[in-house]
């Protein structure tokens, strides 16, 4: 099996690959294709990949190249982590909002706005590659944020694709060391939008250990996500950590306000791991990486390919089409849930009907996507301060137009259409 990796040269790929060589029997691999424009990162990545592959034994041989097409040739499936702009972007995006009394953040609110921008038409362009060139059944696994957005838009020009986060499985692998079992015996009601999501349920060996959680464990439970105890109580349900950015907005704020950007820290780290990987004899995984981020990152992709080759494989969480999981959105918009693969495709389970507020502020964000999905698209200013206003973060009129001329201030050079 032949797996591309675009975005290959990013700190992070070390984690893929020790993920491959400790799962090598659940997903045999014969070639990886790391595919990036940075030549000199992707050495030291390619480098690194070797030599763990080879500390443990594995008989993969690794590609490095700053050849799309090359990279993604006959490839069975094909990984893509971008970050157009690098950790330069991604500060700007988690900085400029401040300006307005928004929160900033790469994913979510303006900041995850403009991420979409500049991510999108790319992603594009390297999924019509992938469909030329790699074998006629690859799928392409999308780990660019926003992986909601992006999906939609792969989907929408009918590749064959499915989004993957790290968040359900990060939440599986916690609750499981609560209740030390095995992960394998732990499943979710995960639902959702992408970095919009609740646990509905915690089932271990079927039996919902949720209501228990959210009174014995409360405590623990609420410092987990950085939420408020009442809150959880009173939802039922276990918020992931991205709803701070909606539920405690002006105490987030606050926090960035105080603090450095995340892009900083993680450049800081960058720095270091690249550091490592240029050394011929580091060949294990750093400790430095667990601080990159992306916890069970690999875990969550071999997993995931893994369920694509075997048909008894259980449910994993991913971002797919709608079709009817949620009622009260489009077909085609793209939902966060646990799905079988089968016949060729994700078929989502069964999703119970959604309270209200959950169900509100989904629907809010959903018209919110396809509103930046159209922009990113279609490009133009009318569109992304209509995107921008319907964000529930942002709303008012004036303020959706100051973050719209800082967001094409900040992001003019990505954007053909706005020169």
């Not at 790469?106 to 790319?122: C, N, Q, S």
């Not at 499985?169 to 060391?177: D, W």
């Amino acid at each position: 099996m032949k797996l591309a990796i675009v975005g290959g040269g990013s700190t992070y790929t070390p984690e893929l690959i020790d993920g491959f060589a400790r799962m090598r029997d659940v997903l045999p691999l014969d070639e990886i294709a790391l595919v990036d424009p940075d030549e000199s990162r992707l050495a030291l990545v390619g480098g690194m990949a070797r030599r763990m592959l080879s500390r443990a034994g594995h008989p993969a041989s690794v590609l490095t190249t700053t050849d799309l097409v090359a990279g993604v040739a006959d490839a069975d499936a094909v990984l893509v982590q971008l970050r157009v702009g690098g950790q330069e972007a991604r500060h700007s995006d988690e900085t400029w909002p401040h300006e307005v009394h928004c929160i900033g953040q790469e994913t979510t609110g303006p900041g995850g706005l403009a991420k979409a921008l500049r991510t999108v038409p790319i992603v594009l362009r390297i999924a019509d590659a992938v469909r030329a060139h790699a074998k006629p059944d690859a799928w392409i696994v999308d780990f660019t944020n926003p992986v909601g957005i992006v999906t939609r838009a792969l989907l929408s020009e009918g590749h064959r694709a499915v989004g993957l986060c790290n968040v359900a499985i990060g939440f599986q692998r916690r609750f499981a060391g609560m209740f030390g079992v095995d992960p394998a015996r732990v499943s979710l009601g995960h639902v959702g939008l992408n970095h919009l999501t609740w646990e509905r349920s915690v089932r271990v060996d079927g039996i919902d250990r949720l209501p228990g959680m959210l009174t014995d464990g409360l405590a623990a439970l609420a410092g987990e996500v950085h939420l408020a105890p009442e809150l959880l109580t009173g939802l039922g349900v276990v918020p992931s950590y991205y709803l701070r950015y909606y539920y405690a907005h002006d105490e987030v704020l606050a926090e960035q306000r105080a603090e450095p950007s995340r892009a900083e820290a993680v450049r800081a780290i960058e720095n270091e791991l690249l550091a490592l990987y240029a050394d011929p004899t580091v060949d294990e995984k750093p400790e430095a990486l667990e601080r990159r981020g992306g916890a069970f990152y690999s875990e969550a992709a071999v997993e995931l390919l893994a369920a694509m080759r075997d048909a008894d494989a259980p449910a994993r969480v991913v971002n797919l089409r709608n079709d009817g999981t949620l009622p009260f959105l489009p077909d085609d918009h793209v939902v966060e849930v646990p799905a079988t693969f089968r016949d060729g495709r994700f078929v989502a389970d069964p999703v119970a009907p959604l309270d209200d507020d959950i169900r509100g502020l989904i629907a809010a964000v959903a018209g919110y996507e396809r509103l930046a999905l159209d922009a990113a698209v279609h490009g133009g200013r009318d569109r992304v301060l209509r995107a921008m206003r319907a964000h529930p973060l942002v709303l008012q009129h004036d303020r959706a137009e100051k973050l719209t001329d800082l967001l094409l201030a900040a992001n003019g050079r990505f954007l053909p259409w706005a020169s």
